[in-house]
């Protein structure tokens, strides 16, 4: 059965005015909310940290990695994320606006109402992931792993999916109507129920061992 969104994704809360904050560390399972980053020191392991209704805007991340951290009514704008490590992590009510996320590794990460607009994300790990009303508008993705995923109310709006790889992902009423690809990584039983355009079936029928005939 077809299902059917019953409510729009929901957009980050934040107040109008944050403090910007600057920090020279991060600690296991410290808090940081309300207030807005401009920089964030390089060189960071920390698992369980948590971020709130926080702003971070045009920050670039060296050699980051959080862990299992948790990241709730979060705008992220023109950031540099590459290669950060966020596998495990939760994300509820988040923007990725306009950010580079070569690489990141997202692996058993949890996305709940969650917009990924005009962003850069070659290469990009979402093994594992659960997918609860997300959007990717106009993203880059060629290359990302969505291994053995988990998604539900999940778009690829206007999205290069490029030789991404879906194997053991359902894309049972997934939209990929309007992505740009010729050749994705899925198997038949992933791709039952998805949705296509014509012109992207004839690249994706020899997934099913048939082959086109030109007159």
């Avoid at 410290?30 to 805007?57: C, D």
């Avoid at 049972?172 to 740009?180: A, E």
Wanted: glycine share 2%; net charge negative; charged share 25%.
């Amino acid at each position: 059965m077809k299902k059917v969104r019953m409510r729009k994704i929901q957009s980050p809360d934040l107040p109008q005015d944050l403090d910007v904050l600057t920090i020279d560390k991060v600690d296991d399972r410290s808090t940081y909310e309300l207030v807005e980053f401009k920089n964030f020191p390089n060189s960071v392991y920390a698992e369980h940290v948590r971020f709130q209704e926080m702003r971070i805007k045009g920050v670039v991340f060296e050699d980051i990695q959080l862990p299992s951290s948790t990241w709730i009514d979060v705008v992220f704008e023109n950031c540099d994320l590459t290669n950060l490590n966020l596998s495990m992590a939760r994300f509820t009510r988040v923007e990725f606006v306009h950010c580079k996320l070569v690489g990141v590794d997202f692996d058993q990460a949890t996305f709940n109402d969650v917009v990924f607009y005009q962003c850069q994300a070659p290469y990009s790990l979402f093994n594992l992931a659960e997918f609860q009303d997300v959007r990717f508008d106009q993203c880059l993705l060629k290359g990302a792993n969505f291994i053995d995923a988990n998604m539900t109310f999940l778009d690829f709006t206007n999205s290069v999916i490029e030789d991404v790889q879906f194997t053991g992902t359902s894309l049972s009423n997934i939209d990929l109507s309007q992505c740009d690809f010729t050749f994705i990584h899925a198997e038949e039983n992933d791709l039952r129920g998805a949705i296509i355009s014509p012109e992207q079936a004839v690249d994706l029928i020899e997934v099913f061992g048939l082959k086109v005939k030109y007159e």
